[in-house]
């Protein structure tokens, strides 16, 4: 079983929908998980990181996080073409502040 | 913000040669990096730990040997390729984390091509 896993896509949504992107991960002590965006060609960059159970919410996105399912989500509210991109799911394999393991990414493409 | 720096963003170099990458912590003292590759439509793969003042400790698979890591000061590591082959042609990305409870900053990647 991988470490992280998510679905690869291509997850299309329309312009104004919400996107849902999920991911499960192997390590039941992990404790600080993240979600990236990635562009074409370019590194990642942080959205949400999220370490507790629960929902977390900054602007429109959303993460939750049921450490008890070994899952974690990232939903996008109005979604925008300007999301069209590959968001990477990350674990903090412990202890904090050690290496941090990516999924297999989500494609997602928002159509106007 | 925490601002890592990575140097060159794209180099083309022989097979055989080696290639040195850098990778900076502007405004963070970095004592833990990582360097990651990463193949077209794929994810991002963990190459090695790289400690300060320390050996780096590599991943299952990748070798040592091959991809130099030297972490000299709480500012700079760097990633040496050597004796690169055509298959060595990745995008390498050098990561920090920048405070206990925050994300993990990344470089703006190096495409290394091997010709």
């Known amino acids: 079983q991988k470490e992280v896993e998510q679905n690869s896509g291509p997850l299309s949504v329309p312009e104004g929908a919400i996107a849902s992107l999920n991911c499960t991960y192997s390590?039941?002590?992990?404790?600080?998980f993240f979600w990236y965006r990635q562009y074409s060609g370019k590194s990642p960059e942080l959205i949400m990181s999220?370490?507790?159970?629960g929902d977390k919410e900054d602007g429109r996105f959303t993460a939750q996080l049921n450490k008890a399912s070994q899952y974690v989500s990232l939903l996008i509210r109005d979604s925008q073409p300007s999301d069209s991109a590959t968001y990477l799911c990350?674990?903090?394999?412990?202890?904090?502040?050690?290496?941090?393991?990516f999924g297999q990414g989500t494609e997602l493409s928002v159509k106007p | 913000g925490a601002v890592v720096s990575q140097h060159p963003s794209r180099v083309i170099c022989k097979s055989g040669t080696s290639v040195k990458i850098e990778c900076r912590s502007l405004?963070?003292?970095?004592?833990?990096m990582f360097w990651y590759r990463q193949f077209p439509k794929k994810s991002l793969m963990l190459m090695a730990t790289?400690?300060?003042?320390?050996?780096?400790?590599?991943e299952q698979g990748v070798e040592k040997d091959k991809f130099l890591i030297n972490h000299a000061s709480l500012t700079l590591s760097t990633l040496t390729v050597t004796s690169a082959h055509p298959e060595d042609s990745s995008f390498y990305i050098c990561?920090?984390?920048?405070?206990?409870?925050?994300?993990?900053?990344f470089g703006s990647g190096t495409r290394l091509t091997v010709v």
């Open positions: 990561s920090a984390q920048w405070g206990q409870n925050y994300g993990y900053t």
């Open positions: 390590d039941r002590v992990s404790q600080s």
């Open positions: 999220i370490y507790s159970n």
């Open positions: 990350a674990v903090n394999m412990v202890p904090p502040g050690g290496k941090l393991i």
């Open positions: 405004d963070f003292q970095a004592t833990t």
């Open positions: 790289s400690n300060e003042g320390s050996k780096a400790t590599y």
